[in-house]
């Protein structure tokens, strides 16, 4: 059997030389890859915080919670 010794492929031994760019951008991918659901997570919270602050900062939610709507007959308020 004849082997075909033109087409090596070297897969061991030295990585084949990256750029610095790619190197970091492979680091950063498996990071998020390895804290995928805590980053989720903490985006959630702040997608929400960020949504409720700016609903309740608008002065129509400010009068729900303060007046009664059709006029005050039990509430003092």
């Given at each position: 059997m004849a082997r075909n010794?033109?087409?090596q492929v070297r897969t061991s031994g030295s990585k084949r030389k990256?750029?610095?760019l790619a190197r970091v951008m492979n680091?950063?991918?498996a990071f998020v890859r390895f804290a995928e659901f805590e980053i989720f997570f903490i985006l959630f919270f702040l997608i929400a915080f960020f949504f409720f602050?700016?609903?309740t900062s608008r002065p129509e939610y400010s009068?729900?919670?303060v007046k009664k709507p059709g006029g005050a007959d039990f509430w003092p308020y």
């Open positions: 010794d033109t087409r990256e750029s610095a680091e950063v991918f602050k700016n609903l009068q729900i919670l």
